[in-house]
C-alpha cells in the first residue's frame, strides 16, 4: 500500500506546484482544486492502509517539472496521472479515484487543444525580480529566505499534522489537525505563489521519518508553538523590511494567523 500512497503523495505535489509555476489565473485554480482532491486521495489511501493493518510514510522519488512553458508542464502531469493508474488495484476507493483522474485528465487534454494557452513559464528562472514590485536587493534576499524556510515548513507541517490526524481517535485533536492542515495548506500555496513571481519555485525537502513520527505530543506541541512563535517574529521583520505597502501588510495579516495557529495547537495539550 505504501507504493500507492508514494505515489499519490508525488502527484498531489507535481499538480500542486504546477498550479504554483502557471500564471494564467483560470488554469492555476482549477489545477489547484485538483491538488486538494488529490490530497484527500492520499487522506483516503492512508486511512484504508491503517484499516488494513498496513502502515506508510513519505518517502518520494521526484522532480519538479521546471519547464519553460505551460504545455510542457502540463504534458509532463498527464503522462504521470497515466503512469499511476495500474498502482491503484480494485476497490470503491481505487475506482472513485480513477474516476477523478480521468476527468482531470480531461480537463488537462481541454488546456492543451488550445494553442493560445501555451504561455511562458518564469517560475524557474532564477532571475528573482519582482515585475510589478520596486523591491531592493536587501528586501529580494530576505524575501528570499523567508519563502524557501517557510515553504518548506508549511509542506512539513501538513504532512505531520495529516500523519496524527489519522492516528488519533480524540475528537479534539482530529480537528485541531483539520483546521491546522487547512491552514498550511493556503500558506504553502500563498508562498508558493511568491516564489514562483520571484523565478525560484522548488519542492520543499523530503521529510525524514523522525519529522513526522511523534512520540511525545506534549513536546512536539512546546517545541511547534516555539516555532510558530519565531514565524511570528520572521514575518513581523519581513514585514517591516519590504518598503511595500501590500506585500507589509499581507505579512502581518500573516502574522496574526500565527498567532490562532498557537492557540490551536495549545487546545491539544
Known amino acids: 500500500m505504501n507504493k500507492i500512497y508514494q505515489k499519490k503523495h508525488e502527484l498531489w505535489l507535481s499538480i ?5 509555476a502557471i500564471s494564467d489565473e483560470e488554469i492555476k485554480s482549477r489545477l489547484y482544486d485538483f491538488a486538494q482532491i488529490a490530497f484527500r486521495h492520499m487522506k483516503w489511501i492512508g486511512t484504508d492502509t491503517l484499516t488494513n493493518g498496513d502502515d506508510y ?54 488546456i492543451l487543444r488550445r494553442e493560445s494557452n501555451n504561455k511562458p513559464v518564469t517560475a524557474f528562472n532564477m532571475k528573482r525580480e519582482w515585475l510589478d514590485k520596486n523591491l ?9 529566505l523567508f519563502l524557501f ?5 508549511e509542506y512539513e507541517l501538513i504532512l505531520v499534522y495529516a500523519y ?21 495548506h493556503f500558506h504553502l500555496k500563498s508562498f508558493g505563489d ?9 519542492l520543499p525537502r523530503e521529510l525524514h521519518e523522525m519529522t513526522y513520527v511523534v ?7 512546546t517545541d511547534g508553538i516555539a516555532e510558530e512563535e519565531a514565524a511570528k517574529v520572521m514575518c513581523k521583520e519581513l514585514s517591516e523590511a519590504i518598503k511595500d505597502e501590500e506585500l507589509s501588510k499581507f505579512f502581518d495579516f500573516i502574522n496574526y494567523q500565527e498567532s490562532y495557529h498557537i492557540e490551536l495547537m495549545r487546545k491539544l495539550l
Open 16 to 20: 500542486t506546484f504546477a498550479s504554483f
Open 57 to 110: 510514510n513519505y518517502d518520494r522519488d521526484m522532480t519538479l517539472y521546471k519547464k519553460e512553458n505551460v504545455f510542457e508542464i502540463l504534458e509532463a502531469l498527464v503522462s504521470e496521472v497515466e503512469s499511476i493508474q495500474s498502482v491503484y488495484g480494485s476497490s470503491v476507493l481505487a475506482d472513485r479515484i480513477k474516476t477523478d483522474d480521468t476527468y482531470l485528465l480531461e480537463y488537462l487534454t481541454q
Open 136 to 144: 531592493e536587493r536587501d528586501q529580494i534576499d530576505a524575501l528570499t
Open 149 to 153: 524556510e517557510e515553504s518548506y515548513k
Open 164 to 184: 496524527m490526524q489519522a492516528r488519533t481517535e480524540n475528537v479534539i485533536q482530529y480537528n485541531v489537525f483539520s483546521d491546522l492542515i487547512d491552514e498550511s
Open 194 to 202: 511568491m516564489m514562483a513571481k520571484l523565478g525560484i519555485l522548488a
Open 215 to 221: 512520540k511525545d505530543l506534549k513536546q512536539f506541541v
